[in-house]
């Protein structure tokens, strides 16, 4: 006689998203004062960039941050080109000056949670973000002048260094909600003096 083995699919989703999903919003949905639980903050997708106005002169440059933006995010980045002419930059329109990836979902969820357990540790004299980042719109905008703190790279990878910017787009209400989102993600902002 055979018998049947029942195979069970457990379905993971990534730590910071079931950390927001169990903790994160009805905790800020009773501290904000919000009525209806689609006014509760929350983050809808990470654009990740580097702009690379040298790369016009060394396309050495355009193939290794390819390389870093593939290996860190997990996508293949989009080329961005310049949509005028400025002539003091010597750059003409429709030249490659950067590059771009945008994370939504689990990817989403599983790069932020690497961003602020592993890689702003890492960081030499690190303080703190600054909270002065945000936009009007609440979207708070990360900065970051080498790759190197990127645990996926090699060393070989960060010889030629160059930065990346990550925007990460929360909608929200205003402002002060999405700084009370990143902060209960873990994010750590500079100490205000008094």
Known sequence: MATATK?????????????????????LQKELGLDNPHQIPRLEKIVVNIGLGRAKDD????????????????QQPVETTARL???????????????KVTLRGDR???????????????????????????DKQ?????????????????FEETTTTHGLQAVMVIKCEEQAHARALLEKFGMPFEKEDR
């Open 7 to 27: 195979t069970t699919t457990v379905s993971t989703q990534p730590r910071l998203r079931a950390v927001y999903n169990e903790t994160i919003a009805p905790e």
């Open 108 to 134: 989403m969820y599983e790069f932020l949670d690497r961003l602020l357990t592993v890689v702003l540790p890492r960081l030499r004299d690190f303080h703190g973000v600054s909270a002065k980042a945000f």
């Open 59 to 74: 396309k050495r440059l355009m193939e290794i941050a390819t390389n870093t933006l593939r290996k860190i995010t997990g």
């Open 138 to 154: 609440g979207n708070y905008s990360l900065g970051m002048t080498d790759q190197s703190v990127f645990p996926e790279l090699t």
């Open 85 to 99: 002419s400025i002539a003091t930059f010597k750059l003409r329109e429709g030249n490659k000056i950067g590059l």
